[in-house]
């Protein structure tokens, strides 16, 4: 759907009640037309994001992301498409700007139709996260496409009861995002209880999980409370379930079908009250399938199921990920080291990636970390740009914003015609490519 031209449009005015409505919004709002411009903004949007949108001139693409055209046109989802062929409500998750830096939306777009059942405006919710953070603060951080997906499925998860299940990796953050999604939930004020399942024989797992009796057996001098007793009114987090043994399954089972349990030594059930979050690297299929985890507990535990990507598949984030993990430090990693980030298959995930820096702040006397401070020193290739011939910029010091646009423009002209193929040797999503290609574009316009 292309735009139409400013000459062609005829500004539509929204009724005073649709204007009440808007502002009887309590998280940031605006109104939209079909072709994008920002018709009204409310009371809520003006002091989250510091200003209004200028009425009827500024769209909704320029002032969320910097774009100059619609988000699906820069390799974003656009909700006003979707809503605009779908005639209902959509909802989609992006970083919008703002004043302190990126920021993680829930973007839910209403169309509102006119007497002849035709869409005439767009209503846009705006609800700033907390899952996750879009800068470099905090632990749980990312900006890409696959983490913006897990963060989707958090958020949508986050309100209700429902087991949680996160796959992955060791390494990708699965109690990051158990934290977060316990934070975002009704039980944020109460405990968030962990469990490493795998360090849980069979002697210790009853009096662990459930607690036991004073008297329950020898050198049980006192009673002890267990962790699901201690995760009362808060999340209990099951890590690496996948390695329970089958003889305890049963008796997880038991608990989390019956809802309560009995301490070692008591006679006395007692009722169970958590959320449940488990998380595991194995594959949790073919154990079933072979036998070694029971399929009644899989159904119970895989209620919703979120992947967490290996960082492998996250490497848009690097940047952001090495500048989280250096905060407080005084270094940091320049384009020479970034390329040779990016290059690295990352088998032990986000975990290697911070012991990697771990050792380049070490390493490093200065406050640019080099490629020889990374990875034991190796260089590694850079898949096909590695022997594509020298780097565009030589021996010159310049400003980082130029030093990537060359690279990009260098990248592109010796891997012409191939866009996944590019975008995989930069370790960047075909997405982020475009972007980054259009910056390098705009870059040799204004030189011009």
Not at 73 to 96: D, I, M
Not at 191 to 215: D, K, N, T
């Amino acid at each position: 759907m292309a735009l139409v031209p400013e000459a062609q449009l005829s500004t539509p005015r929204p009724s005073p009640q649709l204007r009440e409505e808007l502002e009887a919004i309590t998280e940031p709002a605006i109104l939209l037309s079909r072709d994008y411009r920002i018709l009204a903004a409310n009371a809520a949007y003006a002091a989250h994001y510091g200003t209004r949108p200028k009425a009827g001139v500024d769209r909704c693409f320029a002032v969320s992301h910097g774009y100059e055209s619609p988000c699906d046109e820069n390799g974003e989802s656009c909700p006003l498409r979707a809503s605009l062929a779908s005639r209902a409500t959509e909802r989609v998750f992006h970083v919008h700007e703002h004043a302190e830096g990126p920021e993680h939306v829930d973007v839910e777009l209403r169309p509102i139709l006119d007497d002849a059942g035709e869409v005439r405006f767009f209503l846009e919710i705006i609800t700033p996260l907390t899952l996750a953070s879009a800068r470099a603060a905090g632990a749980f951080v990312g900006r890409g496409a696959a983490f913006l997906e897990v963060l989707g499925l958090l958020k949508r998860a986050a309100p209700s009861e429902v087991p949680v299940l996160l796959l992955g990796e060791s390494g990708t953050g699965k109690e990051l995002a158990a934290r977060a999604l316990h934070a975002a939930s009704e039980r944020r004020e109460g405990p968030f209880v962990p469990v490493e399942c795998s360090g849980l024989g069979e002697g210790l797992f009853e009096s662990e999980l459930f607690g036991h009796a004073r008297g329950a057996f020898t050198g049980a001098h006192a009673r002890k409370t267990g962790l699901v007793e201690a995760a009362a009114g808060g999340t209990l987090f099951l890590d690496e379930i996948g390695d329970v043994p089958l003889a305890l399954q049963v008796k997880l089972l038991r608990l989390l079908e019956s809802g309560t349990y009995r301490p070692v030594g008591d006679v006395q059930p007692r009722r169970a009250d958590f959320r449940l979050v488990c998380a595991t690297h194995r594959d949790l299929d073919a154990r079933v399938a072979d036998g070694r985890f029971r399929r009644d507990l899989y159904f119970r535990i895989n209620a919703f199921p979120v992947p967490m990507p290996p960082l492998r598949e996250r490497r848009e984030d690097l940047p952001l990920l090495t500048e989280a993990l250096l905060r407080g430090t005084g270094k940091r990693v320049g384009p020479a080291g970034l390329a040779v980030l990016r290059a690295h298959d990352w088998p032990g995930n986000v975990r290697e990636l911070r012991n990697v820096l771990e050792r380049a702040v070490l390493l490093a006397d200065r406050e640019l970390i080099e490629p020889r401070h990374l990875l034991g020193g190796r260089v590694p290739e850079a898949r096909a740009l590695s022997t594509a011939g020298p780097w565009p910029w030589g021996d010159d010091v310049l400003p980082l914003a130029e030093v990537e646009a060359r690279y990009v423009r260098w990248a592109a002209a010796r891997l012409s015609g191939d866009r996944r193929r590019l975008a995989d040797a930069l370790g960047l999503s075909e997405r982020t490519l475009y972007r980054r290609l259009r910056d390098a574009r705009a870059q040799d316009d204004e030189s011009q």
